[in-house]
């Protein structure tokens, strides 16, 4: 139930009973990103100032050290997830191992592995230009009192619990699913409060705007040249509109508003796409899913493939249900 003004705090409390395992401790763990994305979030806003604040790698005037965005982000989300007794295991974009966190009292007893994209779109912020963050929740598989293991990261996109994305654009925005639809809430950064604007949000089952980097149209398979060829051609709703701002948070978000697919092909110089199926992929997929959307690779539900490695890349093509279906019978047929 959706109440008028309702926060994201009681939005949470309010749909506990709804998580499967409700225990509670996905509730507070899907609080401590509320959090963490309000200190990025700050942090994101000043990023314009950087030439005033001092840049990366330099010392500002109050003499911190000046930090990558997407290091800063990715430490916040690493420190606010690190200190709560809920997660034992975080993998991340910007991480080349996963980080094992024993818990509290050294138990290793902790329940859920989250997968992060601290910063999605990165080149985006030197242009001032709308940057995400992505999570992915599991839980673990190994027996709880030992530490995880690369086993509990490499879980199938349909195993996940809990996906979500912040976005960062004109308004600050975390969007979110626990396998219940998708709600949306945005930032009243006056006084630091999330409100439920979005309610089961929904992919538009067909849609008319395709976000791909054409540049590397050469580079394509045969069946997404097709496919892109078929949303150019002039018949009823055609041609579609092109939309491609480089950061996938920020396409998708708009795609499932107004309705639209997004494709990330395999290429010559990204033979496997450039996504990552962990951080990018599959939080992005379960999101789409639960909002009548749809996100494949050309052959595959991108939920049921099984991970072999952490930082894994896939060709992904996800949004409204009929154009995914259509992008994919060029694929099959090409
Ligand atoms: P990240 O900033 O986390 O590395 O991700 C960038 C990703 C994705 O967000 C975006 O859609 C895509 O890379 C853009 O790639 P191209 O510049 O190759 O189009
Ligand atoms: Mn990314
Ligand atoms: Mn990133």
Partial sequence: MRHKNQTLGEFIIENQEEFKYSSGELSRLINSIRLAAKVVNHEVNKAGLVDILGAAGETNVQGESQQKLDVYANEAFIKTLTNREIVCGIASEEEDHFITIKGRNQNNDNKYVVLID???????????????????????????????????????????????????????????????????????????????????????????????????????????????????????????????????????????????????????????????LLYECNPMAFIAEQAGGLASNGFTRILDIQPTELHQRVPFICGSRNMVLKAEEFMQNA
């Fill in 118 to 276: 601290p910063l999605d779109g990165s080149s985006n912020i030197d242009v001032n230009v709308s940057v995400g963050t992505i999570f992915s929740i599991y839980r673990r598989v190994t027996p709880s009192g030992t530490p995880v293991t690369l086993e509990d990261f490499l879980q199938p996109g349909n195993k996940q619990v809990a996906a979500g994305y912040i976005i960062y654009g004109t308004s600050t925005m975390i969007v979110y699913t626990t396998g219940h639809g998708v709600n949306g809430f945005t930032l009243n950064p006056a006084i630091g409060t999330y409100y439920h604007s979005h309610p089961n949000m929904q992919f538009p089952e067909d849609g008319t705007i395709y976000s791909v980097n054409e540049g590397n149209y050469v580079h394509f398979p045969q069946g997404v040249k097709d496919y892109i060829k078929y949303c150019q051609r002039e018949e009823g709703d055609r041609p579609y509109t092109s939309r491609y701002i480089g950061s996938l948070v920020s396409d998708f978000h708009r795609n499932m508003i107004k309705g639209g697919i997004y494709i990330y092909p395999n290429t010559a110089k990204n033979p496997d796409g450039k996504l990552r």
